[in-house]
């Protein structure tokens, strides 16, 4: 493999997808997912798949539309609001859901991507998400001991990447793609537009390249967003269909 | 109940000052940045990775500029994006001035429960936890009762709690209640409400500061 140049088809990517893999997916509510690779993801038949994510999209929108399959088996994220059907699988027991707050699931996957071992804080101590924590006592303090996340794969979108895997990102599709991008054994990068090296500005650069295994060619959005539906409150309907 | 939303986040709106750093929650606090006088200089912090977003855009927006509910926003002059890790960041340190989030419930010594009805509803935790763990200033916005009828500013939170003794402020279609030391207090009673309605829909106890209020004058 050439790590200068690492973009690929979306048929080389398929088969880095495994039955039961742990999967680091980007994205918040579905912006900054990649579509392209969550269509992948579906094509390649995998299932029993372990999520960690922020959210679980919605049922149309970026990693629900994997959930909706029913070929997850376990979630760890910090939201699953706005895809009423992960709920329905998870009170059937179809789907087993460990919440984490928010900036507490980024630090753990943070942590699982550049070598830390946990994180130790007392946000969410004395409520259920505490319970069957190890509990570390410093100086008199008590602290909830916050394991690390790493993925078998991570699945990543950019704007812009060069080819050896420098990107950037587009506003607010970046929320937590640079954490992702650092904790897969395996990265894997959906860019809107690959360069050739040197044509992005170092100083722009969010993710160095180190991180990134393969780049693919974004398809892009071919989802409608919630605020693009007439009727929102129709959220388990497929709004295409 | 539209209308019942957009009053109670007109008032929520009136909270903010100039020079503040705020983050919406989602559901009615993001009803906000559309209600709040455009006069008012603030920063809304957003936990996607947002520093300085504003009104819904009234063309073309764009579906990689949302807030946290996955709303298009704008982004206003001095506004900077980065990744959620460093909006977290911002959030535990204490950097934030204020938080306004929806609840379920609220007690009456400030105990929030605002992300799970075990066996019924699960929206899940999101960022709740850190907003309250380390914003100064923390508002609750809901309706004043459950669908049922059920009061939702209760003696002692029924649902399993987001964070402790974090409320600082609770506004409702019927009222605004003010909490200082562990102790609920009656600030505000909205149009078309009655301390009567207020006393008949609150589980909780409180002293009437708008009494106290009249009888110092």
């Known amino acids: 493999m050439d790590i200068f140049n690492k973009v690929v088809d979306y048929e080389v990517v398929k088969k880095l997808f495994f039955d039961e893999m742990k999967l680091l997916y980007s994205g918040f509510g579905g ?3 990649p579509p392209s690779l969550i269509d992948c993801l579906i094509e390649s038949g995998v299932k029993e798949v372990n999520l960690i994510g922020n959210d679980a999209g919605f049922p149309w929108i970026g990693i629900g539309k994997f959930i909706v399959l029913k070929r997850a088996k376990s979630l760890i994220a910090s939201h699953i609001g706005s895809n009423p059907i992960a709920g329905e699988l998870m009170h059937e027991g179809k789907l087993k859901v460990e919440f984490s707050p928010q900036g507490i699931l980024n630090e753990r996957i ?4 550049v070598g830390l071992n946990g994180i130790l804080t007392d946000v969410g101590k004395g409520t259920i998400l505490a319970e069957n924590k190890t509990v570390v006592k410093i100086d008199n303090k008590e602290f909830l001991f916050e394991s690390p996340l790493t993925g078998d794969v991570g699945i990543v979108h950019a704007a812009k990447a060069d080819t050896f895997g420098n990107l950037t990102f587009n506003k607010t599709a970046r929320n937590n793609n640079p954490i992702i991008a650092m904790a897969g054994k395996t990265t894997i990068v959906e860019a809107d537009e690959i360069v050739a090296m040197g044509q992005l500005d170092p100083e722009e650069v969010v993710v160095p390249g180190i991180y990134v295994n393969y780049l693919v060619p974004s398809g892009g959005i071919n989802w409608k967003w919630i605020w693009e539906i007439p009727d929102k409150r129709s959220q388990k309907e497929h709004p295409l269909k | ?12 709106s009136l909270e903010i000052a100039d020079g503040m750093i705020v983050n919406l929650g989602i559901g009615i606090p993001s009803l906000i940045p559309d209600l709040l006088d455009s006069s008012t200089k603030v920063l809304f912090q957003s936990e996607n990775g947002i520093l300085g977003f504003g009104p819904t855009p009234k063309e073309n927006p764009d579906g990689a500029l949302g807030n946290a509910a996955g709303y298009p926003v704008s982004i206003v002059d001095g506004g900077s994006y980065f990744d959620s890790a460093i909006a977290f960041g911002m959030i535990r340190s204490g950097r934030i001035d204020m938080a306004i989030l929806g609840a379920l419930q609220v007690s009456e010594n400030g105990d929030l429960a605002n992300w799970i009805v075990p066996g019924k509803r699960v929206p899940g935790v999101g960022g709740a936890m850190e907003l309250a763990y380390g914003t100064k200033n923390l508002i609750a916005l809901m309706q004043h009762c459950e669908k049922d009828g059920k009061p939702k500013i209760v003696r002692k939170c029924t649902l399993p709690i987001t964070a402790f003794n974090c409320v600082k402020k609770i ?14 207090s009656l600030e505000e009673i909205m149009a078309g409400y009655t301390l009567k309605d207020i006393e008949n829909h609150t589980e909780a106890e409180f002293t009437n500061s708008l009494q106290l209020k009249e009888h110092n004058q």
């Open chain 1, 31 to 33: 912006v900054g997912t």
């Open chain 1, 110 to 113: 943070r942590a699982g991507g």
């Open chain 2, 1 to 12: 109940m539209g209308d019942t939303r957009q009053k109670i986040a007109k008032r929520a």
């Open chain 2, 171 to 184: 506004i409702t279609e019927m009222a605004v209640f003010q909490i200082t030391e562990a102790q609920l």
